[in-house]
């Protein structure tokens, strides 16, 4: 058994163990505005649900290796606390990756990678017309671990409003997973998809009878 103790090691590697051992991890395509209201999406697979009553969700930029400084997303949410999440399917899986590219602040992540800009309802920031469920937040919190290369810092949102793209529900009213054709996030440059699933259902019974939960 491999033991990996984060005390001893450089952050760089406490992060590669850490992300390959939580995996796969949700994409947060999270888009922002600035104070002079300039766009701004990204990718943050530090990105999670938290609460359903009331609905909350959390991205964690971290503070940049290079440089030292916050990410745009954090200055963006700092000055308009705001955000949307924007759900990444496999077609646009590259112009997601592109919006990583470290671009200067201000820059529009939008242009770069190749998405439309479509007005939000509840919030200033625009979303990602190309994402087909989009989840509008305000932000409530925002939880620092420090000002230091590799510390994250924890935005929270109040999700205010969900869009979810015709033709994506099955007859439930469920979302389909294999219409909505998510992509996860691996450890190193790895991505998963949501082609091969299988469902469990709760056990009914405190004893073992794994034929119950099919
Ligand atoms: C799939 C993916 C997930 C990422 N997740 C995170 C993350 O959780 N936290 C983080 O700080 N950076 C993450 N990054 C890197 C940021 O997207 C990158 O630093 C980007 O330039 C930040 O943009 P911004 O400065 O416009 O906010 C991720 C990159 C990719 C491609």
């Known amino acids: 058994m491999a033991l990996v103790d984060p ?14 051992c939580v995996q796969p991890r949700p994409i947060g395509f999270i888009s922002t505005i600035d104070g002079q209201g300039r766009p701004n999406v990204a990718p943050y697979s530090f ?47 590259k112009r997601m990756n592109q919006a990583a590219f470290p671009y200067d602040h201000g820059e529009n992540e939008f ?10 309802e509840r919030v200033r920031p625009p979303r990602v017309a190309e994402s087909p469920v989009h989840l509008e937040c305000r932000v409530v919190d925002i939880k620092s671990f ?6 994250g810092t924890v935005v929270f949102g109040e999700i205010l409003l969900v869009h979810v793209h015709d033709g994506l529900l099955d007859e439930r009213g469920r979302i389909a997973p294999e219409k909505l054709r998510t992509i996860g996030r691996l450890g190193g440059s790895g991505y998963c998809t949501t082609r091969d699933t ?10 073992f009878r794994p034929e119950e939960m099919e």
């Not at 005390?7 to 390959?20: C, G, K, S, T």
């Not at 030292?68 to 496999?90: A, I, M, R, Y």
């Not at 299988?198 to 004893?207: A, E, K, L, V």
Request: a negative charge; one cysteine or more.
């Open 146 to 151: 420090g000002d230091w290369p590799g510390a």
């Open 7 to 20: 005390a001893n090691m450089a952050w760089q590697d406490v992060y590669r163990v850490l992300v390959d």
């Open 198 to 207: 299988f469902n469990m259902r709760r056990p009914q019974s405190p004893d």
């Open 47 to 93: 990105f999670n649900m938290l609460s359903a009553n009331p609905p909350v969700c959390f991205f964690s930029p971290g503070i940049k290796g290079r440089g030292g400084t916050k990410k745009d997303s954090l200055l963006n949410v700092e000055e308009v606390p705001e955000f949307v999440h924007n759900v990444v399917t496999e077609d646009i899986g």
């Open 111 to 120: 242009e770069f990678a190749g998405l439309t800009q479509e007005p939000s």
